[in-house]
């Protein structure tokens, strides 16, 4: 049971744009193997990706302009399903809520609602009962238990994005979907952190915030800046609505930043 993946930063996709030569080099020494061309390296990889699923990529340079401590170190990897990367010796609490128990449709007005009430709440609820989770699980070595506890680390994710989209009457693969996807996350995300926030003031930031709040608060910054480039392009009621959640809970966020105050996970 393995995944295999490919760590690729900016200059290799440079190199491939610009039909450039790319040099394989020793882990242990950082001698010169052999040089390829960079497209038919990437030519390889995707080959290899069509025919069993391996390798995936990892793009480190962005991986690690989203990391919230850089401070304590570099992210290398991901686990094997690839929704999670991290520090080394590390791990994650996933739990996924179900979208589709959150969009309502009204008969007489013939139109569909996202219910945000319901949604923080849910979030809420999870993100803390994900945080108690830390301290009641067994770990299986001593780094990733000093990790994970240092850091609390939390995934919270969605299904059933399909089967919503659906019963909306989109297409899973239109502009229109991709949408409401982002701003679905977006307020998943940030509502994730306004409760991260208050675990803090309750129990304390995790234990390297102090020593990383200037990469933590520009990855907040950055996600509120993607968001920002996407509001308002796509215009109808539904979408509406979900922008002006989404605009609603990272200007809190974005108060919290200003503010500079602590958060009791690291993501």
């Known amino acids: ?44 990889i995707a080959e290899g990706a069509w025919e069993c699923a391996d390798p995936g990529l ?21 686990n094997p399903c690839g929704e999670f990367f991290w520090l080394n010796n590390s791990s994650c609490n996933l739990a996924s809520i179900n979208l589709l128990k959150f969009v309502k449709y009204d008969p007489e007005t013939k ?18 009962a994900q945080d108690i989770l830390i301290g009641k699980s067994v770990y299986p070595t001593i780094k990733i238990t000093k990790n994970t506890t240092q850091y609390r680390p939390l ?60 990469s933590y608060y520009n990855v907040l910054k950055n996600h509120d800046h993607e968001l920002t480039k996407i509001r308002d392009t796509i ?14 809970v990272w200007n809190q966020i974005m108060e919290l930043v200003k503010n500079e105050e602590g958060f009791r996970n690291a993501q």
Not at 8 to 37: A, R
Not at 111 to 126: G, K, R
Request: charged content about 20%.
């Open 1 to 44: 049971n393995t995944n295999i993946s490919v760590t690729i930063p900016d200059s290799f996709m440079q190199k491939v744009l610009d039909n450039g030569s790319w040099d394989t080099t020793f882990i242990t020494t950082g001698e010169t193997h052999k040089t390829y061309k960079a497209r038919d390296l990437l030519y390889k």
């Open 58 to 78: 990892q793009f480190s340079d962005n991986i690690n302009n989203w990391n919230t401590c850089t401070n304590d170190g570099q992210i290398e990897s991901s």
């Open 111 to 128: 139109a569909y609602t996202f219910d945000f009430e319901l949604f923080q709440e849910v979030v809420s609820t999870i993100i803390t």
């Open 155 to 214: 995934g919270l994710g969605y299904t059933n994005l399909g089967a919503m989209l659906m019963y909306l009457g989109l297409p899973y693969d239109s502009n229109e979907g991709r949408y409401i996807a982002s701003q679905i996350t977006a307020i998943l995300t940030g509502v994730a952190f306004l409760a991260s926030n208050e675990l803090s003031k309750i129990k304390g930031s995790f234990a390297r915030f102090n020593n990383n709040k200037e």
């Open 235 to 248: 215009d109808n009621d539904f979408s509406r609505n979900l922008s002006e959640i989404s605009g609603n």
